[in-house]
């Protein structure tokens, strides 16, 4: 039971190239999200998904874009990556959404990315 | 966009002492969460809150919800160098795209 793995671990991008950052997850939860983490900013959500097939915008979605084929992966891409995307970038898992219930999200251990 | 306060934003203390961290709001939350973060890691929950002045502890943490449920506190009894890490809040408001993470606090615990 691996939970939530993300990869690639580090990438470095050069300014208008693109990339595929994969989560993957085994506890079979519906409910998938993409945040990153800017020193000072907290965690900010970029896209999730509900289900299979089904994606929404979060706080911060312009400049990428996910796909979720398979209940199990939810994909983020970066399709012209700039600098200021440079960033940590986090997936995590629920069985359910919200926070009331208290629900526990679980994250990866996270994708560094550098754009120059 | 709400934003969630936290203070302060570093905090290097030696095992043993007490601390508080705070997280604030003008905004107010229908439930609010802790997570810890660990170097090279991400966020683990440590408690879920929904009452306006809810008080859960676990073990050496003590966690509260604001009466007005705008803000909550993490105390932290006899720090241990394990307590090291990031500390989140996470509050949410009308819906889960309505969830906001706070600042964050680093906590250093020196032996």
């Known amino acids: 039971n691996a939970g939530v793995t993300q990869t690639p671990k580090f990438r470095v991008l050069k300014t208008g190239q693109s990339m595929t950052l994969l989560c993957a997850q085994d506890m079979n939860h519906e409910y998938m999200y993409w945040y990153r983490q800017d020193p000072g900013m907290g965690l900010r959500l970029i896209h999730y998904?509900?289900?299979?097939?089904?994606?929404a915008k979060g706080e911060v979605p312009d400049g990428y874009n996910v796909s979720r084929l398979k209940k199990q992966n939810f994909l983020l891409g970066l399709e012209s990556a700039a600098p200021s995307q440079t960033s940590v970038y986090f997936c995590?898992?629920?069985?359910?959404?919200?926070?009331?219930?208290?629900?526990?999200?679980?994250f990866g251990p996270g994708t560094r990315l550098t754009v120059t | 966009t709400q934003l969630l306060e936290q203070s302060p934003q570093f905090l290097s203390i030696q095992e043993g002492e007490n601390l508080t961290v705070y997280c604030n709001s003008s905004s107010v939350f229908s439930s609010l969460q802790w997570y810890r973060q660990e170097p090279g890691e991400g966020p683990v929950l440590l408690v879920t809150?929904?009452?306006?002045?809810e008080v859960k502890k676990l073990k050496r943490l003590t966690f509260q919800f604001g009466d007005a449920r705008k803000d909550s506190s993490l105390h932290i009894t006899a720090a241990q160098p394990g307590d090291t890490g990031l500390y989140l809040c996470a509050g949410e408001s009308g819906g889960y795209q309505k969830v906001t993470f706070g600042t964050g606090t680093k906590l250093q615990v020196i032996p």
């Open positions: 995590a898992s629920s069985y359910s959404l919200g926070l009331a219930g208290g629900e526990e999200q679980y």
């Open positions: 998904s509900v289900g299979e097939g089904t994606t």
């Open positions: 809150v929904v009452t306006g002045g």
